[in-house]
């Protein structure tokens, strides 16, 4: 996003002789021209929208005049423009497919934390939403801001050392790598299709348009854009590529979804289509060679960086995917929360794998038992033969609940540092790094908001049916265990463990059923115990709440994931099926005997102060306390958090919108106690989402 007018400029009457959408031409695969014809993705999705709709919008590049235009208070349609309140009054916004957030692009490897930037040169592009975002947020870095025209310029001008860094999104990458670091002060934002509320029949057309394109709609129309820009891009630049056999070595494990798989005798994934487009941009073949011997693979030509640990005699391409390492071990044994807790226990590492070097920061060989897969690894932590396994967390958990390991393993926690991976080029082939390391700018999978690859996890379970039955299966060895304690064991700890592993295993069901839901589980136990305390509340009822209070939502696990994930609005009848959710963890809970105080929070939490909430419109103080704290953390995390359809709130807005339901849906004096405290609750959200 480089001004606050990016890409697409529309003119508003349907009744117009031609509607005209005007595009800045960023000459990447979003919009580019050739021959004086508009080619990339946004045409491509537009001349869908006109076949679908009937309509004849005609994509042309941007006219600058138009922006004063629209300035002026023409009607027009624009592209990410950014949502604020203001703007909200005379536009509609439809969210469309990408999420943003700001980043600090710098080259100085020294610069561990944005505290270094104190008082130094920072560009940032005047006029941009980031431009006032980054002065309001990052003040009290005095920086010098240095305005600079466009990324490519910022890059030019921290090369020739005229800037420390410079401010920019992430929805383009870079020809060059380039370090980074979050710039979490400015909240992240979802890219939007702005309609002027005069035409309200051109907002409803398109914004069902954008609804019905599916992810492989969109993955389609992604790779062609691609491919189709890249060799207009290099022409014959790299043709002595052409026919060229490339060897690709692979580690050996040859299932770890999403990055590679097999679905009905086709190969899928991440790293499948990222070298589909490699091959038909470059017209090169490539030859996979599965092999866990990673000290000869000096000569290879390609090295899909999956689990390998890197060399840097090895040409580096940008980074392809982010793992998000979590430990895993058995579901009768407890959770960590840091590697140091455990650092006497063995670890079961897949041989050269990235995680090995993270681990290595903390623990000795004397931890490690070495494996070839992580199959293998979980098979051992299961048979009791190792303590513990660590592995990518969206990797871990298909293999948890679309395999034999769920009424066996859980996850243990979640690691904070993360690795990017990377095409890894041998040297000799200069051209080929080139070229790969180019066309790796636009593969940008991880910042798509409809998720190409996570939205719907198919590979294995289509039916969300078997999906409940796989995930409530996982739960009898803990229920079991829990039923032996409270029959034949009197010691308190030991009993309330075996609680913690049931509550660990539904937490796991839940998180499953939604991606995003991670944090906000480890959250919502933080707000509730720290709302509690604020509330004069008992010890223990404080002690419990911080433990059950995100089994709010595990009644979701019997809804239909195709409605949970619906990133539009949901009709009534979907509205409908969703609220049963309450009553489905209600039973949940009750029949695994976790506590009153859990059955109650999964049951009431949706009850509203003024009674018209559900299930059964409860009123006041019929609801239950606990239910009523939940409540309103639930909320107020629900609204910081950015969401599949959604950009997260600010906590100034998150907390304006609670004030304004107090008495309506919320208890008076827990919103009070709540906004009396507000800032702990921001501190809570801001340490435990530097994950999500």
């Known amino acids: 996003m480089k001004k606050v007018l990016l890409y697409l400029l529309v003119t508003i009457s349907l009744f117009a002789s031609e509607n005209v959408v005007l595009l800045e031409n960023e000459n990447s695969f979003f919009f580019y021209k050739k021959d004086g014809v508009s080619k990339g993705l946004y045409p491509k999705i537009f001349q869908d929208i006109n076949k679908n709709q009937g309509l004849d919008l005609i994509v042309k590049e941007l006219d600058t005049n138009l922006i004063l235009d629209m300035e002026q208070g023409k ?49 940032v592009i005047k006029g941009t939403y980031l431009d006032g975002q980054f002065k309001e947020r990052y003040g009290f870095l005095k920086t010098v801001i240095i305005d600079i025209k466009t990324r490519e310029d910022g890059l030019n001008m921290l090369k020739k050392g005229e800037i420390d860094g410079f401010v920019s999104d992430n929805q383009y990458g870079f020809s060059e790598r380039l370090n980074t670091i979050a710039l979490n002060r400015i909240d992240q934002m979802v890219t939007t299709l702005a309609v002027p509320k005069s035409n309200e029949k051109l907002y409803n057309i398109l914004k069902k348009s954008f609804e019905r394109i599916s992810s492989q709609r969109l993955k389609e129309m992604i790779s062609l854009s691609r491919v189709e820009y890249y060799r207009d891009k290099f022409g014959e630049k790299y043709s002595d590529l052409y026919n060229k056999e490339v060897n690709v070595l692979f580690p050996s494990e040859k299932s770890m979804y999403p990055l590679y798989y097999k679905e009905n005798g086709k190969e899928k994934g991440v790293i499948t289509d990222y070298l589909k487009d490699i091959e038909d941009i470059l017209g090169i073949k490539t030859q996979k060679i599965f092999d866990t011997n990673f000290e000869n693979y000096e000569d290879t030509e390609i090295v899909v960086a999956t689990i390998l640990g890197l060399k840097e005699s090895r040409l580096n391409s940008n980074p392809y995917y982010t793992l998000n390492p979590v430990v895993f071990n058995r579901k009768k044994d407890g959770f960590i929360t840091n590697i140091l807790e455990v650092k006497k226990q063995k670890f079961a590492v897949v041989k050269g794998s990235f995680y090995l070097e993270c681990l290595k920061k903390f623990l000795t060989e004397e931890n490690f038992i070495y494996v070839k897969t992580l199959d293998e690894a979980m098979q051992k932590v299961a048979n009791g033969e190792v303590d513990y396994g660590i592995s990518d967390h969206k990797i871990l958990s298909n293999k948890l609940y679309n395999g034999n390991y769920s009424n066996d393993l859980k996850i243990a926690g979640i690691l904070d540092e993360k690795h990017s991976l990377s095409m890894s080029v041998n040297p000799k082939y200069q051209g080929l790094y080139e070229a790969i390391n180019d066309i790796s700018v636009s593969f940008l999978n991880e910042n798509m908001s409809k998720n190409i690859y996570w939205l719907q996890n198919n590979y294995e379970v289509n039916d969300y049916r078997k999906l409940v039955i796989a995930s409530l299966g996982m739960l009898f060895f803990s229920l079991f265990m829990m039923n032996r304690a409270k029959k034949g064991l009197k010691e ?140 309103v953390v639930d909320v107020y995390d629900a609204l910081r958090q950015k969401r599949i359809y959604k950009d997260g709130f600010s906590h100034e807005k998150a907390i304006a919108l609670i004030k304004a339901e107090r008495g309506v849906s919320f208890d008076p004096k827990v919103v009070d106690i709540f906004i009396e405290s507000d800032f702990k609750f921001e501190r809570l959200f801001n340490i435990n989402s530097k994950k999500e």
């Open 492 to 631: 308190k700890k030991r009993y309330e463990q075996l609680m913690m592993s049931l509550v660990g295993a539904l937490e796991a069901v839940n998180q499953y059923n939604d991606t995003e839901t991670g944090n906000h589980i480890k959250r919502l136990n933080l707000y509730s115990e720290l709302l509690a305390n604020k509330l004069g509340c008992s010890k223990k009822f404080c002690e419990e709440i911080g433990k059950v209070a995100s089994l709010h939502d595990v009644g979701k696990i019997g809804i239909d994931r195709n409605i949970l994930k619906k990133p539009g609005k949901l009709t009534e009848e979907e509205f409908e099926a969703i609220k049963v959710h309450s009553e489905i963890g209600y039973e949940i809970i009750k029949k695994s005997e976790i506590s009153v105080m859990a059955e109650n929070i999964a049951r009431y939490h949706h009850e509203k102060w003024n009674g018209k909430g559900y299930p059964k419109g409860l009123k006041g103080e019929k609801i239950p306390l606990e239910a009523r704290i939940v409540s």
């Open 75 to 123: 009607d027009i349609l624009i592209m990410d423009l950014v949502e604020n309140e203001q703007r909200r009054k005379k536009y509609y916004f439809i969210p469309t497919f990408f999420y943003l957030k700001a980043d600090m692009y710098f080259i100085n490897r020294e610069y561990e934390d944005i505290t270094n930037f104190y008082q130094k040169r920072v560009g």
